[in-house]
């Protein structure tokens, strides 16, 4: 069974980048050849509800954002390590959350994140 | 604002049943499956429904159903491991975006 396992620093700088690993164990980042995969970043700020960041194809081929946060994010995978990873650029106060992966994957009826991973608070203070 | 509209609360007695709704639009739930996220205390989502398809180990208390642009989340037979936060979500087409509702919190009294 898939884990993933986020980790980076838990406190972070105004106007710095923010910076994430996403760390997948029991399975490989790049699929197999009867499944794909694509991997997410998801924040909840304390007491909030969840909101997409983006994601990004197994292969690291192609990427979606949020278009409000479309601008300062970006994502790349490395496959040798079987990580994703996460850069969210000019951070502020608005960016202190809990920061989720997720695995997104196809089970009938279409695709759904299937894996989370335990989160991990960033906050943003100097 | 969320693309995904939510009650902000439902409560229920042990026993009872309750309906969260989950309202989208065409380019969201009228395209597309919906799944519903529980989360405890903050801590990792888990999927407790997709489209009307019942994950491995969720008690069959839990089902869905669908009208348009609107898909209910039925809890029958309230539990107090029910109480929870859930969230809807799907993909919308026009933002080229997973989007969630605001959430629901379940409190069980």
């Known amino acids: 069974q898939v884990q993933l396992q986020e980790s980076g620093p838990g406190l972070v700088k105004p106007s710095e980048t923010l910076s994430l690993n996403c760390i997948v164990s029991?399975?490989?980042?790049?699929?197999?050849?009867?499944?794909?995969?694509?991997w997410n970043w998801i924040r909840q700020p304390a007491g909030k509800g969840l909101e997409w960041i983006g994601r990004?194809?197994?292969?690291?081929?192609?990427?979606n954002y949020n278009p409000s946060l479309k601008s300062r994010v970006t994502l790349s995978v490395d496959t040798a390590r079987n990580l994703f990873s996460l850069k969210l650029t000019s951070v502020t106060a608005a960016d202190t959350a809990a920061y989720f992966c997720?695995?997104?994957?196809?089970?009938?009826?279409?695709?759904?994140?299937?894996?989370w991973g335990q989160g991990k608070l960033v906050v943003v203070s100097s | 604002q969320s693309a995904l509209t939510q009650e902000a609360s439902v409560s229920g007695t042990v026993g009872q049943r309750v309906t969260l709704s989950c309202i989208g639009n065409?380019?969201?739930?009228?395209?597309?499956?919906v799944a519903w996220y529980q989360q405890i205390s903050h801590g990792a989502p888990k999927t407790v429904m997709f489209?009307?398809s019942l994950p491995s180990g969720i008690p069959d208390r839990y089902s869905a159903s669908k009208s348009g642009t609107t898909v209910s989340l039925i809890i029958s037979g309230l539990k107090p491991e029910d109480e929870a936060d859930y969230y809807c979500?799907?993909?919308?087409?026009?933002?080229?975006?997973?989007?969630f509702g605001g959430g629901t919190k379940v409190t069980v009294l």
């Open positions: 489209g009307n």
């Open positions: 065409s380019n969201n739930i009228g395209s597309y499956a």
């Open positions: 990004i194809y197994m292969s690291g081929g192609s990427t």
């Open positions: 029991g399975g490989s980042i790049s699929g197999d050849s009867s499944t794909t995969y694509y």
């Open positions: 997720a695995r997104e994957a196809f089970s009938l009826p279409g695709y759904s994140f299937d894996s």
């Open positions: 979500s799907t993909w919308d087409y026009s933002l080229g975006a997973w989007v």
